[in-house]
């Protein structure tokens, strides 16, 4: 409730001041006058830091799009970089008009550093869209004092990691719009088309022909048993979606994914490519090789890949180098455990997995490339078949249809 500051006169000519807490200006005037006062000055006192950030964290956690993500990590990076200190800078962006939910994580953050926080921990206490490894690099920045060269490269992470998921994204709109267009075009056929071609054939008492009989039968057979079929697809589908919630139906799942035709190797290219990325941005900025590769064993929600990496951690704890380890567990390519190897034999392991990165953001162009150039084919072909098909045994019907006419006349 807001808090009134006020000077009044009392009855006697002299003056008082005070404060009342009640819901509006007006309110607070009748308040000051019921206690025989004649207020003079009546102000709306600011909110505390206390309970300015009471407010905040009543309002519950901050989550970040990507988007916001991003921009709030370069404005704070320029803000660094142009020299203010970092309560100064949470204090430019908290007094943001045009982001308010930049401006509330500006608060929190404000307020736990002011109370002896680590950069970090206020991180944790922000947003849950800072996760462990966004946390611990800003640690490892605050450590060595390069928080704004760390904050930068952490931006441009994020930037790539999210042209990646974009990439992937549009290659993915125009085979769907194809099937969806597909779909639509037999529903029309079979809902419109097919009723008119029987009814014309039916008024003749002409026998149809063998394509346009059996896309009637099976007009037919949707028509009287599309709940049976629906009941049954649902039930495959949940059977599916219980199977693959268990741990073992997850394992097999997510593994699978990675051996599909044309999206495995999409979604593996992907995973290196992040891989590599964060991997290198880590180990560059002095964060121990060990507590590297277990940050990065969380940025994939492939629980296959996750048994992967913790395989590689147990072996890498053990002093096994991590191009060595990455042989021995199998499954990733030969490639990065060379660019790995010699890394490590350079000395400059940080520098090589930003190379290796850029060679699987290229591989991972080109991939989404060919998907999408092979993708569209494929799909074409299909519904020529499933149309020309249709298409077919209507133009049948129709051409015997007239020649009956003809030659009843």
Same mark, same amino acid.
């Given at each position: 409730?807001? /808090?009134? %500051?006020?000077? %009044?006169?009392?009855?006697?000519?002299?003056?008082?001041?005070?404060? /009342?807490?009640?819901?509006?200006?007006?309110? %607070?005037?009748?308040?000051? =006058? $019921?206690?025989?006062?004649?207020?003079?000055?009546?102000?709306?006192?600011?909110?505390?830091?206390?309970?300015?950030?009471?407010?905040?964290?009543?309002?519950?956690?901050?989550?970040?799009?990507?988007?916001?993500?991003?921009?709030?990590?370069?404005?704070?990076?320029?803000?660094?970089?142009?020299?203010?200190?970092?309560?100064?800078?949470?204090?430019?962006?908290?007094?943001?008009?045009?982001?308010?939910?930049?401006?509330?994580?500006?608060?929190?953050?404000?307020?736990?550093?002011?109370?002896?926080?680590?950069?970090?921990?206020?991180?944790?206490?922000?947003?849950?869209?800072?996760?462990?490894?966004?946390?611990?690099?800003?640690?490892?920045? =605050?450590?060595?004092?390069?928080?704004?060269?760390?904050?930068?490269?952490?931006?441009?992470?994020?930037?790539?990691?999210?042209?990646?998921?974009?990439? /992937?994204?549009? $290659?993915?709109?125009?085979?769907?719009?194809?099937?969806?267009?597909?779909?639509?075009?037999? /529903?029309?056929?079979?809902?419109?088309?097919?009723?008119?071609?029987?009814?014309?054939?039916?008024?003749?008492?002409?026998?149809?022909?063998a394509a346009t009989q059996l896309l009637i039968s099976f007009n037919h057979f949707?028509?009287?048993?599309?709940?049976?079929?629906?009941?049954?697809?649902?039930?495959?589908?949940?059977?599916?979606?219980?199977?693959?919630?268990?741990?073992?139906?997850?394992?097999?799942?997510?593994?699978?994914?990675?051996?599909?035709?044309?999206?495995?190797?999409?979604?593996?290219?992907?995973?290196?490519?992040?891989?590599?990325?964060?991997?290198?941005?880590?180990?560059?900025?002095?964060?121990?090789?060990?507590?590297?590769?277990?940050?990065?064993?969380?940025?994939?929600?492939?629980?296959?890949?996750?048994?992967?990496?913790?395989?590689?951690?147990?072996?890498?704890?053990?002093?096994?180098?991590?191009?060595?380890?990455?042989?021995?567990?199998?499954?990733?390519?030969?490639?990065?455990?060379?660019?790995?190897?010699?890394? =490590?034999?350079?000395?400059?392991?940080?520098?090589?997995?930003?190379?290796?990165?850029?060679?699987?953001?290229?591989?991972?162009?080109?991939?989404?490339?060919?998907?999408? $150039?092979?993708?569209?084919?494929i799909i074409l072909v299909v519904m020529a078949v499933m149309v020309g098909t249709?298409?077919?045994?209507?133009?049948? %019907?129709?051409?015997?249809?007239?020649?009956?006419?003809?030659?009843?006349?």
């Amino acid at each position: 409730m807001p /808090v009134f %500051a006020y000077t %009044a006169l009392t009855s006697t000519g002299q003056t008082v001041t005070g404060s /009342v807490s009640v819901g509006s200006r007006a309110e %607070a005037f009748r308040k000051i =006058e $019921a206690q025989a006062l004649t207020p003079v000055k009546v102000t709306q006192e600011e909110k505390s830091d206390a309970a300015k950030a009471k407010a905040v964290a009543d309002e519950g956690p901050v989550k970040l799009k990507r988007a916001q993500l991003i921009s709030f990590t370069e404005e704070l990076a320029d803000l660094l970089d142009g020299g203010l200190q970092i309560d100064q800078a949470f204090r430019v962006m908290q007094e943001r008009q045009e982001a308010p939910t930049l401006r509330r994580i500006a608060t929190t953050m404000r307020n736990e550093l002011r109370e002896g926080s680590t950069v970090a921990k206020a991180l944790r206490k922000a947003s849950p869209s800072f996760d462990d490894l966004y946390c611990n690099l800003a640690a490892a920045g =605050e450590v060595s004092g390069s928080l704004p060269s760390i904050l930068r490269r952490l931006s441009t992470n994020l930037s790539v990691m999210a042209d990646l998921q974009a990439k /992937v994204t549009q $290659a993915m709109i125009y085979p769907a719009f194809l099937i969806g267009a597909c779909i639509v075009l037999m /529903v029309v056929f079979m809902t419109f088309m097919v009723p008119q071609i029987m009814d014309l054939m039916g008024k003749n008492g002409q026998k149809l022909p063998a394509a346009t009989q059996l896309l009637i039968s099976f007009n037919h057979f949707m028509g009287q048993w599309w709940w049976a079929i629906l009941a049954a697809l649902t039930a495959i589908f949940l059977t599916f979606r219980g199977y693959i919630a268990s741990p073992a139906g997850r394992m097999w799942w997510d593994d699978t994914k990675l051996k599909l035709p044309l999206f495995g190797a999409i979604q593996s290219m992907r995973f290196y490519a992040q891989f590599a990325h964060s991997l290198g941005n880590l180990i560059t900025n002095g964060v121990p090789l060990l507590n590297s590769i277990r940050l990065v064993s969380k940025i994939s929600a492939n629980v296959f890949i996750q048994s992967l990496l913790a395989k590689v951690t147990n072996l890498v704890s053990e002093g096994a180098p991590l191009s060595t380890a990455l042989r021995k567990v199998g499954s990733f390519p030969l490639l990065l455990a060379d660019m790995i190897a010699v890394g =490590e034999q350079t000395g400059q392991l940080g520098k090589s997995m930003e190379k290796c990165a850029a060679r699987y953001d290229k591989e991972l162009d080109r991939r989404i490339k060919r998907m999408t $150039a092979m993708i569209t084919p494929i799909i074409l072909v299909v519904m020529a078949v499933m149309v020309g098909t249709v298409a077919y045994s209507i133009v049948a %019907a129709i051409a015997q249809s007239v020649t009956g006419i003809r030659g009843g006349g």
